[in-house]
């Protein structure tokens, strides 16, 4: 999972929080009292956390273990792997249905069930519960691993489930869709300030932030320039404490996140496994939210070297919008 943001926030992400435009700066002042509906499923949201990682049926020397298992407020499923020898960690995405005690799963990429025994699945925060699981899962790579507990065993989990009443949760715990993107991107004596729309929902990195950069005589190099090549399709924050960017590939960049401070008005991030810092990101990096209405601003600041030494500094906010 080296791609966390990876270069996909690379240039496109920002130092200099100052740097925004005016209108970004009235857009700031509008974010109190914004109330939104909940996500339809957001009663279903939980975490099963594993107290022991599950290996697949059909095992090789580095087969993906199964960790964890997020049922979001809009109705995905991100499940965590861990790979036992590289330690590098992965997330599948996919859409997830409840009915009674199970979790029924039969997309593109997972298909099959996950039943919690002898209880509801809503039981208080961080209860001690039985799952039963068998569910076939895809990888990019294109290789499936089944993933089932046997007759008579279960797989004892430790859940998260949500708190309530809280309403920045449940202002920012959604998948968003994307709406564009401002770029601020400032170097040695070089200044770009760009604004892009989404085309149909996606927005591509590579004909906006990769393209701008490199007449901006950013020096990025070929890996970084392929990680560029991108299209975002959607931001998936939940109450469990991830945070999500989902590509059109079928890929997601998956960190975990707190509250900055107790203002609850921004979040620092978490990467999942060392392999996801890079020289653009790096973990506790701060996201701030600017809500009006049913949209969300989220930016974020950073400042980096390319590989000719120069330095940059850039502001890049995301323009999101809640789903009807």
């Not at 974010?31 to 022991?52: G, R, Y």
């Not at 991100?78 to 330690?87: A, D, G, M, Y």
């Not at 920045?168 to 760009?194: C, P, Q, Y």
Request: with cysteine.
């Amino acid at each position: 999972m080296k791609k966390f943001f990876f270069y996909a926030f690379a240039v496109m992400t920002a130092m200099c929080m100052t740097a925004c435009s005016s209108d970004d700066d009235n857009d700031d002042k509008k974010q109190n009292e914004t109330v939104m509906p909940k996500p339809v499923n957001a009663e279903q949201s939980v975490q099963f956390a594993l107290d022991t990682p599950k290996s697949p049926e059909n095992v090789d020397d580095d087969a993906p273990q199964l960790k964890t298992i997020d049922f979001t407020e809009s109705g995905d499923v991100l499940i965590e792997f861990k790979h036992p020898v590289s330690q590098s960690v992965v997330y599948i995405k996919d859409k997830a249905s409840f009915n009674g005690t199970t979790y029924t799963m039969n997309g593109s990429k997972v298909k099959g069930t996950v039943k919690v025994a002898g209880q509801a699945a809503r039981a208080t925060r961080a209860d001690n519960v039985e799952l039963a699981v068998d569910i076939a899962v895809t990888f990019s790579t294109e290789k499936t691993y089944t993933y089932v507990t046997g007759e008579g065993e279960t797989i004892t989990v430790t859940k998260d489930a949500p708190p309530t009443g809280d309403q920045a949760l449940d202002i920012l715990a959604r998948t968003w869709n994307v709406l564009g993107l401002i770029l601020d991107l400032k170097g040695d004596d070089i200044k770009a300030f760009e604004t892009w729309d989404a085309v149909g929902g996606v927005f591509d990195l590579e004909t906006t932030v990769l393209k701008t950069a490199l007449e901006r005589d950013v020096n990025l190099s070929a890996d970084e320039q392929k990680a560029l090549k991108k299209k975002v399709k959607g931001v998936v924050i939940t109450k469990t404490k991830l945070f999500a960017l989902d590509y059109t590939d079928g890929t997601e960049d998956v960190a975990s996140w707190n509250w900055a401070d107790a203002s609850k008005t921004g979040i620092r991030i978490m990467l999942k496994d060392d392999k996801m810092g890079n020289k653009f990101i790096q973990d506790a990096t701060m996201i701030s939210f600017a809500f009006n209405g049913d949209r969300c601003n989220m930016k974020l600041a950073t400042t980096f070297t390319d590989n000719s030494n120069k330095k940059w500094n850039a502001v890049v906010t995301l323009q999101l919008q809640s789903p009807k």
